[in-house]
């Protein structure tokens, strides 16, 4: 079984401020995608890494994924309070791995 | 609209009364999945189908059965529901297993008292 495991399980910051979340597991992933859940709906897309090193850039957030293929980062850049909600990493090989996610609030 | 459907929304059963959770997509899609979420669990899958007539386990597969007559219809099945089967379920829809985007239902929150 792939452990995804994502840090801080809560965060909690005022509007403007930057943060980072992580994703890490000991096993190699050959793609990993990061979706946002919001209150009351299902998770959704943002962004999917395939290559070790890559960073693909969607606005104000950057998501990285390590050399090694076992890791992701997401930043966020002057976080605004509609970036509150679920953020969720899956990792796949055969079939995707969700880890448990960061529960995201920024407040006005 | 590309989308995932699920029904119900909500529900709350009794121990023992046998639900059926339905899920439909009309993106042809032929990889589909059903995840509970829980606090502190993240989304756990329950089962996978990779084609029509092709189901297979996931990670937490006691208790429920799918199945898949049609490439559109994914339902979930819950013969005898019992307290700890209580949770938000989630379906979901892929164009493959890994790597291209999971399009996700709204969710079936279900209560079982």
């Known amino acids: 079984t792939q452990l995804l495991e994502q840090s801080p399980q809560f965060l909690s910051i005022q509007e403007g401020e930057n943060l980072t979340v992580y994703c890490n597991s000991s096993?190699?992933?050959?793609?990993l995608q990061w979706y946002r859940q919001e209150p009351g709906e299902g998770p959704v897309l943002l962004v999917t890494?395939?290559?070790?090193?890559e960073v693909k850039k969607l606005k104000r957030l950057t998501f990285q994924f390590g050399d090694a293929r076992k890791d992701s980062s997401l930043h966020i850049t002057a976080a605004q309070p509609g970036d509150t909600g679920l953020y969720l990493c899956?990792?796949?090989?055969?079939?995707?791995?969700f880890g448990a996610g960061t529960r995201l609030t920024v407040k006005p | 609209e590309a989308q995932v459907t699920q029904n119900p929304r909500y529900l709350i059963t009794v121990t023992g009364k046998k639900l059926t959770v339905t899920c439909s997509q009309n993106?042809?899609?032929?990889?589909m999945s059903w995840y509970r979420q829980d606090p502190g669990l993240g989304l756990r899958q329950i089962y996978y189908?990779?084609?029509?007539?092709?189901?297979d386990k996931g990670d937490v597969p006691e208790g429920y059965k799918v199945s898949r007559k049609e490439k559109r219809n994914f339902p979930l099945i819950l013969e005898s529901p019992s307290p700890n089967q209580t949770s938000l379920y989630f379906c979901?829809?892929?164009?493959?297993?890994?790597?291209?985007?999971?399009?996700f239902g709204q969710g079936t929150r279900l209560t079982v008292v």
């Open positions: 979901a829809s892929s164009r493959d297993r890994v790597a291209t985007e999971a399009f």
């Open positions: 096993s190699v992933f050959s793609s």
């Open positions: 890494v395939v290559t070790g090193g």
């Open positions: 899956a990792g796949g090989n055969n079939d995707m791995r």
């Open positions: 993106m042809n899609h032929e990889y």
């Open positions: 189908s990779m084609n029509v007539e092709v189901t």
